[in-house]
């Protein structure tokens, strides 16, 4: 293992994609935010992506050169075309476009059309909490869970992502403009019992998967990480009810039916090199508290209902420990295999 900086590591993943046929913009969005994932301790989104990253960009399951593109809308409403590229730099020109429009009209939604894989949602979010916003995220993805009582892959595993800034407490009034902000709560879920990514991480490690979280493809329950990745993934709750699959649905409709994209049984998967243009959708929603109860009121009460949580000893709010883990990554650096990266050459000319 090599140890980097955190911006060690996002030049040489950027120099990676780069030298797949990413353009400058592109590669540097998705850099970030999979150096992010894996400061985070989510290895599932982070450094592993890179080899899949490269392999769509050469042969062309993604358009290298795309640059994203506002296509107009309505109010509060606006859609982003992907143009069928990596989508992080898609998704921070709908964040941004979407934090704007929520300042002018209260509430906002932004959605990305002809996309790709989104990576960790709720790191999308984090300019809306710095703006002292609410903001919601969603994604669909590569089919990979029935519908309730089926048994073929329909849906993704359609990450639903919420994100709320907090206040130190106590700070109101004319202090409060002056208040450092606590950390924000982060939510951030699968629909399936769990991130498809682990399952591919297991099946990379030769690992078995725990019982519960797949099927194969005869529809059999699996522990067997390549079995699973051929047949689908467990919907959360799936053992009791059919509550995953209708939220995987809702989100479905979300990011396909309202801006245009694929739904996830029209896209090939995430973890095949050869494949079509996913042209997938994501989804923001941005809320200002403002135009409600107002900022002052939504701090107070956030502030309320943590102190509530925390009553209890064994409590974690959502978010706290990828907090501390990326803090102590921004400290101490990230571990990177020398075989996952290459080094960056000495100069960008050389990435032709």
Known sequence: MTTMTLEQAAAAVASALRRAGANDGMAQAAARALVLAEAQGLASH???????????LKLGRVNGQAVPSLLGGRGGAVRVDAHEGLAFAACELAVDEAIRRAREFGISFAGVTNS?????????LRPVVAAGMVGLGFANSPAAMPAAGGRHPIFGTNPVAAAFPRRVAGATGANAANAAAADPLLIDLSLAEVARGKVMLAAKQGRPIPPGWALDAQGQPTTDAQAALQGSMLPVGA??????????????????????????????????????????????IVVDPAA?????????????????????????????????????????????????????PSSDHQET
């Not at 801006?259 to 997938?280: C, K, T």
């Not at 109860?293 to 509530?308: I, M, N, P, S, T």
């Not at 974690?316 to 400290?331: D, I």
């Open 46 to 56: 982070g450094l592993s992506r890179v080899p899949q990253y490269v392999a769509h």
């Open 292 to 344: 409600l109860a107002g900022a002052e009121a939504y701090f107070q009460r956030v502030e309320v209902l943590v102190a509530e949580m925390l009553v209890d000893d064994g409590v974690r709010l959502p978010g706290a420990r990828r907090e501390a883990l990326r803090r102590q990554a921004e400290r101490d650096g990230i571990d990177v295999p020398p075989t996952l990266l290459p080094p960056p």
């Open 116 to 124: 790709h894989h989104a990576g960790v949602i709720v790191d999308h």
């Open 239 to 284: 053992a009791s009810s059919a509550k995953g699959a209708m939220l995987a649905l809702v989100v479905e409709l979300l990011v396909t039916a309202l801006i245009g994209a694929q739904f996830g049984f029209e896209a090939s998967s995430f973890f095949v090199d050869e494949g079509n243009r996913p042209r997938i959708g994501q989804a923001f």
